[in-house]
């Protein structure tokens, strides 16, 4: 049973990322990419790994202070393998906080294919910020100063 995000963010949902873990500084998401997510060798377009990654460590991280909203500072990302693109079969995200300070959050991430083998490893840095509003008391763009 997938885990609400706890925010709308509409291009995770345009990809279809479920969330199967959040809390204590680690997460665990699934992604069942498409055809059209793929390159032009037929496996997932690097791109798509890396938003993948990006939302495996900032759950990671959110998770650890739930009330609060997280923006991507840095990242670095090493591919180990193409990641498979097999309609119905999800890839498995792990993210884990290794370290955090009042303000800053470090974290890695990784992708696996449904073998367990690793396509894809990331580190980094992320920004906690207060979850701003709008006038509209919809939620905003987070102030990152």
Known sequence: MSID???????????????EKFDGGESELRY??????????GVLH?????????V???????????????VTVEMKTSFMRPAPVTPGVPLVGRGR????????????????????????QSTGTFKYVPRAERPDHARGPLPTD
């Open 5 to 19: 995000f706890g925010v709308v963010i509409p291009f995770v949902d345009h990809l279809g990322f479920t969330m």
């Open 46 to 54: 690097g791109g798509a790994v890396m938003t993948f990654l990006d």
């Open 97 to 120: 906080l290794l370290h955090r300070t009042r303000s800053m959050a470090f974290v890695e991430g990784s992708v696996l294919d449904a073998e367990g083998r690793l396509c894809a």
């Open 56 to 70: 495996i460590m900032a759950t990671a991280a959110r998770s650890a202070q739930k009330d609060m909203g997280i």
């Open 32 to 41: 069942a990419p498409l055809p059209e997510h793929c390159n032009s060798f």
